[in-house]
């Protein structure tokens, strides 16, 4: 079975810093990688994906992830944040059957 | 287009009642999810749908049942509420097996509480 780990659970900081949240998995196969993101009170959306191709993949909002095959991860950066960014981030994870499998989470505060 | 409608948004019930979950997309996916989120512990998968009359369990399917209607409906039901299923839902849809390369798209959520 398939899981997934997010490093962070809270990471606080400050608008216009730099953004790296982990995202590792274990699973030996072929994978499908996401990320998405929940706004306070909203649902979860897609910030971006991999299925295959160019490792480094762009997505919405300035983010940015890379899929490195060799660690088994799939981290997600943006260079500089805004008071906006403040959600959570979810790292989710599928092979070739019908199962998200997704990270606990990482809460992300920006203060203005 | 509404995307995946959930209903109700807020739920309280107590010890023992029963209650279903209500889940619609107009996107014509073919597949169609249940997660619980619990602090610290991401989305669980409860139950899911890669077609109409098909259903299977996922991660956490103990005292869920589930029904797929037709294409477009995906109900949860619990049949006796007990206070570990409070939580939030989310009904989720894909076009085809996320497996496949498609990603999930999420209803606004059910926030239930059980007393």
């Known amino acids: 079975a398939q899981s997934v780990s997010q490093h962070n659970h809270h990471v606080i900081l400050s608008e216009a810093a730099s953004l790296e949240l982990g995202c590792n998995y274990s699973y030996g196969g072929t994978v499908n990688l996401f990320w998405y993101v929940q706004y306070p009170g909203q649902h979860l959306q897609l910030l971006l994906k991999?299925?295959?191709?160019?490792?480094l993949v762009k997505g919405i909002k300035g983010f940015e992830a890379e899929f490195i095959k060799s660690k088994f991860s799939f981290n997600l950066r943006k260079p500089s944040v805004q008071w906006s960014d403040t959600a959570e981030y979810f790292c989710a994870v599928s092979s070739n059957d019908y199962k998200l499998s997704f990270g606990a989470g990482t809460t992300v505060t920006v203060r203005a | 287009n509404a995307g995946v409608t959930q209903t109700p948004k807020f739920q309280v019930l107590k010890t023992g009642q029963s209650m279903t979950l209500q889940c619609a997309q107009d996107?014509?996916?073919?597949?169609m999810y249940w997660y619980r989120q619990d602090p610290g512990m991401g989305l669980r998968l409860i139950h899911y749908?890669?077609?109409?009359?098909?259903?299977a369990k996922g991660e956490v399917p103990d005292g869920y049942n589930v029904s797929r209607l037709n294409k477009r409906e995906f109900s949860l039901r619990l049949e006796s509420a007990a206070p570990s299923q409070t939580s939030v839902y989310f009904c989720?849809?894909?076009?085809?097996?996320?497996?496949?390369?498609?990603?999930?798209?999420f209803g606004q959520g059910t926030r239930l509480t059980v007393v």
């Open positions: 991999y299925f295959s191709g160019d490792p």
């Open positions: 989720a849809s894909s076009l085809d097996r996320t497996g496949g390369g498609t990603e999930a798209f």
């Open positions: 749908s890669v077609g109409e009359g098909t259903t």
């Open positions: 996107m014509n996916h073919n597949s």
